[in-house]
């Protein structure tokens, strides 16, 4: 796989936001589901030149979704997804996530 085929996206959310400002240099990214730690890894440093340290990988559970339409409630659920925590080396950051 190729680096930008793993990374999909950065997650833009206040507990990221977070993570990302207070110091702990780390970055949360939606991720190909068949990619490893090592390929994520790989990949960060490819496509925006730091230094990865750690990387930590979690699936993000699907949730139950309810919608009316005229002929009653449709039930289904999102799609689960796979999540990465990069941390960098300290003094790095990702200019093109932090607006810079």
């Keep these: 796989m ?3 085929q793993i990374i999909i ?3 833009l959310t206040e507990k990221s936001n977070v993570m990302r400002e ?3 240099r780390k970055y949360v990214f939606k991720v190909d589901s068949r990619a490893n730690k090592s390929q ?4 960060v440093e490819e496509l925006f030149q730091v230094t990865p340290l750690a990387c930590n990988v979690a699936w993000v559970k ?3 979704k309810a919608s009316r ?3 009653g409630y449709r039930f289904g659920k999102t799609t ?3 999540r990465a925590v990069v941390t960098l080396k300290s003094g790095e950051k ?4 932090e607006g810079v």
């Design 69 to 71: 339409t005229k002929s």
């Design 62 to 64: 699907s949730k139950p």
């Design 9 to 11: 996206e950065p997650v």
């Design 22 to 24: 207070a110091e702990q």
């Design 40 to 43: 994520i890894k790989k990949a």
């Design 80 to 82: 689960a997804w796979k």
């Design 94 to 97: 990702i200019d093109s996530i």
């Design 2 to 4: 190729r680096a930008d």
